[in-house]
Structures are given as C-alpha cells and as structure tokens.
C-alpha cells in the first residue's frame, strides 16, 4: 500500500484496466499455473505499452495484479491495473494531459482494439510454448484446434475511469487497494456452515441489488479454494514500464520538474497577459517576466540557474513553403503531379520548367532526370 501510493502525482488521472483469459483455457491454466500466468502478466503488458505509446505519446506504466477467482470461487484468471492516463511524452521534455470525450469524461485507448491485441499476443506466445515443449499436455491434438478457435473470438478487456472525476491519487489507491490485497474470499462474505454446507455472500450480476446468499458443499468449497494456491514464490503483484523499481525514481523526478516548468510558463504568460496603464506599470510587467524566466531554466547536468542570451521565432510552415524564398520543387509538388511517380513515368509535360535558351550547351534537366533514375531505384514523394 505504501509503495503503491509513492508512484502517484497530484494532477494525474488514474484508469483500471482489467486484462481476462477466457473460461476455454482455464483447465489448462490450472495445468500450467506459473507458464500461463506469467503470459497473462506478459500479453496484457505489452498490448497496453504498445497501444498507450501508439496513440497517447507518453510513457506508459502500471501496477498490476493477478487474481484467480470469481465470486462463486470459481476458476477465473485475471489482472488488475492500475494506469496512469497521462504523463510525460516519449521524449521526456513535455507532460501530456489525458484525452476527453466529448461529454468529458477521460478516456485512455479503445478497450476492443486492446482486447485483439491482446489475443493475438497471448495466443502467439501460448504457440511458442507449445512448439518449445514448455506447456504441460495430456492431449496434444486438441490446442491446435482450441487456439484456433480461440483467434475468432472477442476477448474481454475492461477499462474504467476514476470513480469520481475530482478523485484524488489516494483516492485511487484506496479503492484499488481491495484488488491490490486478500484472497479468494473475505471473512465477512462467509455467513457459516450447516448439514455440510458453506454459505457465503456473492454479488448480484445487478449491484444495485446488493448481494445474495450461495452456498456449496464442504468439499466442493475447500476444492475451489485450492484452485487459487499460486506456485511457489510466484509475484502476483508486478509494476511495469516508468513504475518499475528501476525507472520509477527518475521517472517521478522528471515529472515533477516538468510539471514545476509547465507552471512556471504558466505565470509568466499571466504576466504578459497583463495590460500596463502606465510606464511604470509596464517596467514592473517586464522586470517581473525576466525575473520568471530567470528561474524557470536550469542545467540538467549541474543543476545551476541558466539565462536566455538569444532567442528567434522559427517559421511557420506556411511562410517557409509559399514564402518569396520558398524551396522550388515545390512549386509542381504541391500541385499533386508528382506525388508519389516513379522517374520513367514522369513526361516533360508534367513539370513546367522555365523555358531554357534555344542554343545551350548545358544538358536538359529532364534528361539528368532520366538518367539518374537509371542509376537508382529511389522514387520522388511529396514531402
């Protein structure tokens, strides 16, 4: 718990991200406790990184953790995660908020594209195992067949925001902190025992309707309860990506300053903002900007204070393509006659050169053109 709430930053917004194996593969989870999980832990990571660096551009990490069971004690693998929304961009230099909706709520990837990501690489990895030797079999024949029909199907992957919008960090970890801790069944679920049965309490399909009394055989319930003995020394709660042991102090500095910057731009815009009424206004206005950019800067080697000495605006795209000094092939590649065309098929009437002296000595362009094409492979684009 304390570990936990160390990885979170004020300002950031927390997603559970819950990662399923399907009920077709729980028999062979159960022979292969330690192989299949451990893809478990492995496909759901690496679908999530991916996807999360794909489309958000920062830098992705995670606390997860396996559980086993349903709420009738049945056989039903799954990780919980915990994911941070936003976070620094790849690069380090920006922090990135997390995406809305259009009602606002926050949003982190698609949960049905992650799902076949996920399926795919789980299924890739399960193959390996079984052309390595490493999975356990009583009867071979059949995997070929189930992983197949494993590939057709949807596999579930849940993503849910915060509880509340205005949630803090430990908010966060204390309502995740049930996933996060205990068993297969607390002790407050267990009503009691009578003519060889258990009762114990399990949640309606509906929350809204509370909880409902189920009961089981004695033997039945001490052999579901079985079923969610982890092996041996196994971690069934793992962090990842910028939350692991080794990157998450960096990772959390680097935030802080980033953050610290982004708030410090924020003031000095304040200041810029600010219209002066007089000249002594307006001197306090730019003695009160320099002094903000003053300390906004420092060496990331020695950490001392640096100043501006020099600084110029760089072009828009626009000024730099249509511009008086504007590059000239752009002139008939904006113009989409060339986008994309090999040499060969370029004819002299699809770039409009400035006509060239009748007498000349110098080679025409057009024919360097077709000659170097002769000696590359290379082909023209739009850039």
């Known amino acids: 718990m304390e570990s936990s709430t160390q990885l979170l930053v004020d300002g950031v917004t927390y997603f559970q991200v819950v990662f399923t194996l399907p009920k077709q593969l729980s028999s062979l989870a159960l022979g292969n406790r330690q192989l299949m999980y451990d893809l478990l832990f ?112 949807d596999w579930n992957v849940f993503i849910e925001g915060p509880p509340q919008a205005t949630c803090s960090p430990e908010h966060m970890i204390r309502y995740l902190t ?7 069944i607390s002790d407050q679920r267990i009503i009691g025992q009578s003519d060889g049965q258990i009762a114990f309490h399990i949640r309606r399909r509906d929350k809204q309707l509370g909880q409902e009394p189920f009961r089981l055989p004695a033997a039945e319930f001490v052999r579901r309860w079985t079923m969610h003995v982890l092996p041996k020394e ?3 709660v793992r962090q990842f990506g910028c939350w692991t042991n080794k990157k998450r102090a960096a990772y959390l500095k680097a935030s802080q300053l980033v953050l610290k910057g982004e708030s410090q731009s924020t003031e000095i815009e304040e200041a810029a903002a600010s219209v002066p009424t007089s000249v002594e206004q307006s001197l306090d206005a730019i003695e009160r900007g320099l002094s903000l950019l003053n300390r906004t800067k420092k060496c990331p080697h020695c950490s001392l204070e640096m100043r501006c000495v020099a600084q110029s605006e760089r072009p828009a795209w626009r000024d730099l393509f249509y511009g008086a000094d504007h590059p000239r092939w752009f002139e008939w ?14 004819t002299k009437e699809t770039i409009e050169f400035e006509p060239q002296p009748e007498e000349s000595d110098e080679p025409d362009i057009f024919d360097q053109m077709i000659e170097l094409n002769r000696k590359s492979s290379f082909e023209l684009t739009q850039h």
């Not at 990135?96 to 996920?118: A, I, Q, S, Y």
């Not at 113009?335 to 040499?343: E, L, N, Q, T, V």
């Open 42 to 153: 492995k496909a759901a990571w690496e679908s999530l990184e991916t996807k999360v660096e794909k489309e958000r551009g920062i830098q992705a990490g995670a606390l997860a953790v396996l559980h086993t069971w349903n709420q009738e004690l049945g056989h039903h693998p799954h990780i919980h995660m915990m994911v941070p929304g936003n976070g620094l961009s790849l690069d380090g230099q920006t922090w990135r908020d997390v995406r809305l909706t259009r009602e606002g709520k926050p949003f982190l990837v698609d949960n049905t594209e992650l799902g076949h990501d996920f399926r795919d690489l789980y299924l890739s990895y399960l193959t390996q195992a079984v052309y390595s030797g490493e999975l356990h079999l009583e009867d071979s024949c059949y995997i070929a067949d189930l992983i197949d029909d494993l590939r057709t199907i």
């Open 178 to 184: 049930r996933y996060l801790t205990g068993g297969p």
């Open 234 to 236: 196994f971690t069934k």
């Open 333 to 346: 590649s904006s113009a989409g006659k060339c986008a994309s065309i090999p040499f060969d098929d370029i």
